[in-house]
T-cell receptor
């Protein structure tokens, strides 16, 4: 089984809808991250969390919120989705050397 | 200011040959880490190799090696004996500050590598 899992893997939604992307990890890492990747570009950090009570904004947090329900679970919400949030979303965890391990990604399309 | 620069949007290499993917970085922090990731067409991000700023020797992992030139602020990835399965996008990333601080990575825009049979 994969160490970092994301659900759903693909999602199509409409403008204005609320959507939640979920991430679970079995690596036992405290740190978790959410990134988005736009076509042909690198990854941009949305939010990151050091533990259940420590959540921090990344470079592009506007329009997003997160919840760290447990050490193993970190979810990302789009409160009111808009078309320019169409992207590939990655969850990641990091080990003590800061090497990040990524989930398989969620392809989100906002119509 | 852009922290990580990958100047090669796309590259071709013949199967079984070696290829170098360029990465330059910018930081004033004496402690940092450099990473390379591979993203095949299926989309997942695969960790390849890590180099710490205080590491004396260049990192190697199988066919991957990192040519770390601190004075030039470059961290080029060298893939030896290219295989068709190496065709993918490759990202260079940097962690500023010591390990265990924020852990945030800054990514470059990537280089697409195509291996020709």
């Amino acid at each position: 089984d994969a160490d970092v899992t994301q659900t759903p893997r693909n999602r199509i939604t409409k403008t204005g809808k609320r959507i939640m992307l979920e991430c679970s990890q079995t690596k036992g890492h405290d740190r978790m991250y959410w990134y988005r990747q736009d076509p042909g570009l690198g990854l941009q950090l949305i939010y990151y969390s050091f533990d259940v009570k420590d959540i921090n904004k990344g470079e592009i947090s506007d329009g997003y919120s997160v919840s760290r329900q447990a050490q193993a679970k970190f979810s990302l919400s789009l409160e009111s989705a808009i078309p320019n949030q169409t992207a590939l979303y990655f969850c990641a965890t990091s080990d003590p050397t800061d090497t990040q391990y990524f989930g398989p990604g969620t392809r989100l399309t906002v119509l | 200011a852009q922290k990580i620069t990958q100047t090669q949007p796309g590259m071709f290499v013949q199967e079984k040959e070696a290829v170098t993917l360029d990465c330059t970085y910018d930081t004033s922090d004496p402690s940092y880490g450099l990473f390379w990731y591979k993203q095949p067409s299926s989309g997942e991000m695969i960790f390849l190799i890590y180099q710490g700023s205080y590491d004396q020797q260049n990192a190697t992992e199988g066919r991957y090696s990192l040519n770390f030139q601190k004075a030039r602020k470059s961290a080029n990835l060298v893939i030896s004996a290219s295989q068709l399965g190496d065709s993918a996008m490759y990202f260079c990333a940097m962690r500023e500050g010591f390990s265990g601080n924020t852990g945030k990575l800054i990514f470059g825009q990537g280089t697409t590598l195509q291996v020709k049979p």
